[in-house]
């Protein structure tokens, strides 16, 4: 395969991104330090940097750079990013996002940040923010830690605009020198783990997502309000029926709601598989908390109809609160855009994550945002494209976790399954409709097919099922399954002996201490089946056809809006919306093989699929066009 030439030179060619980082012949080094340290995002237009400094590293020569506030231009500082190999930070977003504000084109640098390749070193042996902040990275390597007083000040609240100017200064340096020497520290870990694949994918998609979060999400706010209003309406009906039936009952007491659940309703507690006793708080009182109603099965008309009505009333305040006050708020008050935050670094597989940006309303507070990766599917169709020239596209890599969990398990059945179009989600309706699933019992297979999705790929992250129904499915999965179950299992062999696992894509995941139980049960099984195919799913061929997708539309009428686990969200202007569907297919299959080979080495042997869907709305579209690519380049295309 051949280079891209239509892409930047890091991407085009992206094992010179690596040898570059290893020849260290030209970088930059740079933090800057800004109004309000808590706020200091660059979306945030009342925060300004206060302090900017850098060193400038050639041929082994180190020339070191500032400026102030009261010296704010900062042309120096770009020209010099700009003539550099690449850049070096720490939490680098920070200053990707200020770098793109001040009009620097975030596609043409190429960057190394010490946050993201200490997470790669780290793996899942830490999610913690704090076991990856700059101060106890650097002490971890033997360096020394924050000295400064401003660093004191910083953890106690005080803005940098209000320090002493020098004082700032030499904290910023301070940072830049404890950059510097990570960075070098760092190097010989990358390359003696063989891990530099892995960091150059997460530094090339830090660029990128710093970007997207500046472009923001659009909501229809018509469509906001009629959804706030029809919620809350049937919130307060349902919660009116619910104390009506309830008569007399304190339902936010759990003594109350104890008396009426076992007593008057006549309920079983729930039992602890592990103790053979009822679930009871740390004062050994019987548990009611939401977790535990779950649990309670109903034998009766009047249990039915409370389990019903408490499990709704909990579903519509859950909704409210967490997703409709805020998008309303948003709307009435944020000009109906909202700017999210995808977070590298944060989950045990690499996998992004999201949090809501914190607002400010002016009838709820503070309110903090909606974390998009985990929208109710109803919800997406209220982000629209506000501009009526503009849609919104989405493409998703098609039972992406199941085509990497038969390539890691070299398994023929389900290859076939994923070559011969099988609808695997069927397989699982079949079986819970015949074992006569509660919620399944008289629906066709048609029916079935969307409610039996979440049990469909469970047995491949090691779930043995809770019910008899859902026990016999996870049975039937791994039998039909068994080069991806007897792969999964060796896992576990290997963990038990090492206590860790060395990927096929080269990450190293680590379970120190992990054992078997008397009973043949490996402790870890979930996270020890599931790391690898998530982590190269959702961790690595996503941000791989993330940034290609990223690149590819510079000067096109398509702009990212999102990423959520497996899919690009994104705004496509009405001309474009052919274009669109072949660079989604492009970017998501031929870029991911190519990407994979040239870089990680790995040879991906099973096809590749993308669904995509264009319309008014996210999520809302009249056909949703599905492509499956062959390594060898075959296609095949059906509609939905």
């Keep these: 395969m051949t280079a891209h030439t239509s892409l930047p030179w890091f991407v085009a060619n992206p094992n010179k991104a690596i040898e570059a980082y290893k020849s260290r012949t030209h970088y930059v080094v740079v933090d800057l330090e800004t109004t309000n340290a808590d706020k200091g995002s660059a979306l945030n237009y009342d925060n300004h940097i206060v302090v900017a400094c850098w060193y400038v590293v050639k041929n082994g020569r180190t020339i070191k750079k500032h400026k102030v506030a009261d010296e704010y231009d900062l042309k120096e500082l770009e020209d010099d990013i700009r003539a550099a190999q690449f850049v070096v930070a720490h939490n680098a977003k920070f200053e990707c996002q200020w770098f793109h504000r001040m009009g620097i084109d975030l596609r043409d640098i190429l960057l190394f940040d010490t946050f993201l390749a200490e997470w790669v070193i780290l793996s899942n042996r830490s999610m913690s923010m704090r076991d990856l902040s700059l101060d106890t990275t650097t002490v971890r390597y033997g360096l020394p830690g924050k000295q400064h007083v401003a660093g004191t000040l910083l953890h106690m609240g005080v803005c940098p605009s209000v320090m002493p100017k020098q004082w700032v200064v030499d904290y910023c340096f301070d940072d830049v020198e404890l950059t510097f020497n990570l960075f070098n520290a760092q190097l010989k870990v990358l390359e003696r783990d063989s891990l530099f694949h892995l960091v150059l994918v997460r530094n090339l998609c830090c660029t990128c997502l710093a970007e997207i979060e500046f472009n923001g999400c659009e909501l229809d706010g018509d469509e906001v309000n009629k959804e706030f209003v029809a919620t809350r309406d049937e919130y307060e009906r349902t919660l009116k029926e619910l ?40 004062k050994g009182q019987l548990s ?31 909704l409210l609160t967490k997703n409709l006050l805020f998008f309303k708020g948003v709307v009435d008050e944020y000009d109906s855009v909202y700017y999210g935050v995808l977070n590298q670094g944060s989950t045990g597989t690499g996998r992004l994550s999201s949090s809501g940006r914190t607002l400010e309303f002016k009838l709820e507070g503070k309110s903090r945002g909606v974390q998009l990766q985990n929208l109710p599917r109803a919800y997406k169709r209220l982000f ?36 011969n179009g099988e609808d695997i989600h069927s397989d699982t309706a079949a079986v819970l409709i015949a074992e006569k699933e509660e919620g399944f019992v008289g629906l066709s297979l048609k029916d079935a097919r969307q409610p039996a999705k979440p049990q469909t790929f469970a047995p491949m992250y090691g779930s043995n099922g809770k019910t008899p129904a859902t026990r016999k499915y996870a049975e039937f999965f791994r039998n039909k399954y068994k080069g991806m179950y007897e792969t999964q299992r060796s896992w576990t062999l290997e963990v038990l002996k090492t206590g860790k696992l060395v990927t096929p894509y080269g990450m190293i995941f680590y379970w120190p201490g992990t054992t078997m139980k008397p009973s043949g049960y490996v402790e870890n099984t979930t996270s020890i089946f599931n790391y690898p195919i998530q982590g190269f799913a959702t961790g690595e061929i996503i941000p791989i056809a993330l940034v290609h997708f990223w690149h590819r539309t510079r000067d096109m009428l398509i702009k990212i809006w999102n990423t959520v686990h497996d899919s690009i969200v994104s705004r496509v202007h009405k001309s474009a919306v052919k274009e669109y569907e072949e660079l989604s297919k492009q970017c998501l299959t031929h870029d991911v093989y190519w990407f994979l080979s040239e870089v990680y080495r790995y040879n991906f042997e099973v096809p590749l699929g993308v669904g995509i869907k264009v319309g008014k709305h996210w999520g809302v579209s009249d056909v949703e066009k599905v492509y499956s690519v062959w390594p060898d380049g075959r296609e095949t295309y059906v509609e939905k």
């Design 243 to 282: 104390s009506e039936f309830a008569s007399g009952i304190k339902l936010r007491s759990p003594k109350s709601l104890i008396e009426f659940l076992y007593g008057k309703l006549g309920f079983t507690p729930p039992v602890d598989p592990r103790t053979k006793k009822p679930y009871v708080t740390g």
């Design 288 to 318: 009611v908390n939401s977790d535990i109603l779950s649990k309670l099965t109903a034998k009766t008309e009047e249990q039915k109809r409370f389990l019903g009505l408490y499990k709704k009333v909990n579903k519509l305040s859950s």
């Design 384 to 419: 629209f494209a506000q501009d009526p020239d503009w849609l919104v596209g989405e493409a998703d890599g098609s039972q992406l976790e199941f085509r990497v969990g038969a390539d890691q398990g070299h398994d023929e059945v389900a290859k076939a399954a994923i070559e």
